[in-house]
């Protein structure tokens, strides 16, 4: 496909998104729900198949030189379609948010003025690797009103188009137009360049993948733009704290999966703890091969323990997201240092505290800027789907109407409406 017939492909996308948006705005709630669980069944249902075109991904990656976690966000496994598909349940039971009025109040001259929910009308979605993503993306859509145009990386491009066929098959089933849902076919990298370029039938784009890939779209979109850059993700272990939380929830938040972007790669311990803490948690890592950078103090402590893994951090090392066995690792003097030292380095994604001090808690909850801030808890929950959003677009480091996981109210905009019974300004 040439540049020219590209640019009219996308075009056509774009003004079939915008068609569908109308139907898909005035669609009830009850169609739109049986799309979402007509989709459920098709998954589910289609399993096999599903990884069967996901096989074909997975045997051009080997071939590549796609990287490792690269690789591992590629796979379209029986849990995964399982976990899309209770998704897609998950949200078609959730009450419809679509035309709400909320904090409807009279004025003196007698007008009540409120605002109403609406979609937001077509997104773009823009993603690399994760085929999931299509489902997610597709039916947080069709839950929220909206139309959406899915152009997914090259790399699971057959998993991407079988999963496409099974959401406008739903669609079409229901009653709704398959155009409320189209995967970009070509993997033309000209496509995204019109995608992000057409304000006329694209409310908003939502990139999901590497830093390179967002800033590219950041900086060229003429559309609005839902980002996050990176995921720079710490715990805290506290003082006061119970050890052997820290030590459980620090190992879950590093070594569960090590590609996610809600991974931890940094790990701050108060001094008072760090003796107790530090020499168990080091014993963890190093059993599972994860290498740890140190400042001067963390070294002295776990040298002895896994000599062979720790290394000295450099400046860097702070701000670094490794989607990797690696981790970095700073003592500090206590909660100011800490939230100081979160606020100054992490990407302002999620940050977690392990604490016994109410008053700690608290003020980390306040004090750290990031999107998503826990108390005594896993980073890796910060997900639309643990969150209970049913499924996510993505996750929000931006400070406008869309922070964190991105689930239907972030596919939604508020528009103010009047209520009137003949009044006039005088």
Wanted: hydrophobic share 45%; net charge neutral.
């Amino acid at each position: 496909m040439n540049a020219l017939n590209v640019a009219e492909y996308m075009q056509t996308l774009g003004l079939q998104a915008r068609q569908a948006s109308a139907a898909m705005a005035r669609a009830d709630a009850a169609t739109r729900n049986k799309a979402l669980r007509t989709l459920a069944a098709l998954l589910r249902a289609n399993a096999a198949s599903l990884q069967t075109d996901n096989e074909k991904d997975l045997a051009r990656a080997a071939t590549s030189s796609l990287s490792a976690p690269m690789v591992d966000r590629l796979k379209l496994t029986p849990k995964i379609i399982e976990t899309v598909a209770q998704g897609c349940e998950q949200l078609a039971a959730m009450p419809d948010i679509i035309g709400e009025i909320s904090g409807l109040q009279q004025q003196p001259s007698g007008i009540r003025v409120g605002r109403m929910r609406v979609p937001l009308g077509v997104f773009g979605m823009i993603y690399e690797s994760r085929p999931n993503v299509t489902i997610e993306a597709a039916s947080l859509s069709i839950k929220s009103g909206n139309a959406c145009i899915l152009r997914g990386g090259s790399e699971a491009i057959d998993s991407n188009k079988a999963l496409g066929r099974l959401v406008q098959q739903a669609l079409a089933e229901s009653g709704l137009p398959a155009e409320a849902v189209q995967l970009v076919q070509t993997t033309d990298r000209e496509a995204v360049g019109q995608l992000i370029a057409m304000p006329q039938h694209v409310d908003v784009i939502i990139p999901r993948g590497g830093k390179g890939l967002i800033e590219r779209i950041s900086r060229d979109a003429k559309v609005p733009v839902i980002k996050h850059l990176d995921g720079n993700c710490h715990v805290y272990v506290d003082d006061p704290c119970d050890i052997d939380m820290a030590v459980r929830v620090a190992d879950n938040a590093k070594t569960q999966k090590y590609s996610p972007c809600n991974a931890i790669e940094g790990l701050l311990v108060a001094r008072a703890s760090a003796q107790a803490f530090l020499p168990k948690i080091a014993a963890v890592f190093a059993a599972k091969g994860v290498e740890m950078r140190c400042d001067a103090e963390a070294k002295a402590l776990i040298s002895p323990i896994a000599p062979a893994l720790v290394k000295d951090a450099t400046e860097q090392d702070w701000f670094e997201e490794y989607l990797a066995p690696v981790i970095s690792i700073k003592l500090v003097a206590g909660l100011d240092e800490a939230i100081a030292h979160i606020n100054h380095y992490s990407s302002h994604h999620t940050d977690a505290i392990i604490t016994r001090d109410h008053m700690h808690a608290q003020r980390f909850l306040r004090e750290v800027d990031s999107a998503s801030v826990m108390v005594n808890a896993s980073p890796r929950f910060a997900d639309g789907f643990e969150f209970g959003l049913g499924a996510e677009i993505g996750i929000s480091t931006d400070k406008f109407h869309a922070r964190g996981p991105v689930g239907l109210e972030g596919l939604t905009s508020l528009k103010w409406v009047v209520l009137g019974n003949g009044e006039l300004r005088s």
